[in-house]
């Protein structure tokens, strides 16, 4: 599958929209999407695509004129854990390079590490540590989307990291900051594992986002990463953990998330 055709595909059902900014919603979180459906494809439909098989991941892209800016929403993302190929997990991102995306905001579940951090608090995405032993730009290079030798130095932009925090401060959110480390999934982590990972610098723990914010980075696109906290990880409090947690802890926070969301997109 040419991503061309993809591409062709979508501006053909949406009359070349154009979209300036993408938004990938993670576990919980896509009822942002829900509020602005102007055109709607299912993943299913779109060549190149996947049906989506993750609770909470409705498996459809959103296009919609959001605060005025053309804005596409993925509901649900592919991850690496369902058995799709790392370049599958990527693949919507390089279809937004061509689309002419030029700001990516990617959000997830994940658990805290950070011992300060409670269910359902918002954090920023400062870095990322991949855990995940596989890397998304393995294999020949596309020069047209980007170098061989990406630099990773500043994967989430400084200028879109101060613009949430000052966006959460006028909504008074406490946005907390901290490093996103990704692991493969689907089993939660251990609590030994929970130990190495804070020794390793990690605030937060998931199964996702950091492939797509490494391709995004290597495509040019500026990228902001917010976690939406949903459990203490395992071994910090004792209690097992469920993917319920998960959505409910995004139920929770989704009114502060959605404004947020917004306000970002208006000043983005």
């Known amino acids: 599958m040419l991503i061309e055709d993809t591409v062709n595909y979508i501006k053909g059902k ?53 605060a005025g800016k053309r804005v596409v929403m993925m509901q649900g993302r592919f991850h690496y854990y369902e058995g799709h190929s790392i370049q599958r997990v990527v693949y919507p991102v390089k279809v937004f390079k061509k689309l002419g995306v030029k700001n990516l905001i990617v959000t997830n579940a994940a658990g805290g590490i950070n011992e300060k951090f409670k269910a359902s ?43 949430a925090l000052s966006v959460a401060k006028k909504l008074d959110i406490d946005l907390k900051k901290g490093v996103y480390m990704a692991l493969s ?49 395992a071994g910090i409090t004792g209690e097992v953990l469920s993917h319920q947690e998960v959505i409910e802890a995004a ?9 947020l969301l917004f306000e970002i997109i208006k000043n983005i």
Do not use: W
Request: charged share 20%; with cysteine.
């Open 185 to 233: 999934g689907p089993n939660y982590e251990t609590p030994s594992e929970t130990k190495m990972l804070k020794i390793l610098g990690a605030d937060a723990v998931g199964m996702s986002t950091v492939p797509e914010a490494m391709v995004a980075n290597y495509c040019g696109i500026k990228v902001l990463g917010i976690s939406c906290i949903s459990n203490s990880a």
């Open 251 to 259: 139920n929770a926070v989704k009114g502060k998330f959605k404004n």
């Open 14 to 66: 949406t009359n070349n929209f154009n979209p300036e900014v993408a938004l990938i919603l993670g576990s919980g979180l896509g009822e942002f999407a829900d509020e602005y459906c102007d055109i709607v494809l299912k993943y299913a439909d779109i060549p190149g695509f996947e049906a989506s098989t993750v609770k909470g991941h409705k498996g459809q892209l959103v296009f919609a004129k959001i």
């Open 121 to 163: 608090d918002l954090m920023l995405i400062t870095d990322h540590i991949n855990f995940m032993h596989v890397n998304p730009l393995i294999g020949p290079n596309d020069d047209d989307l980007g170098p061989r030798f990406p630099d990773m130095t500043e994967v989430y932009k400084k200028d879109l990291q101060e613009l």
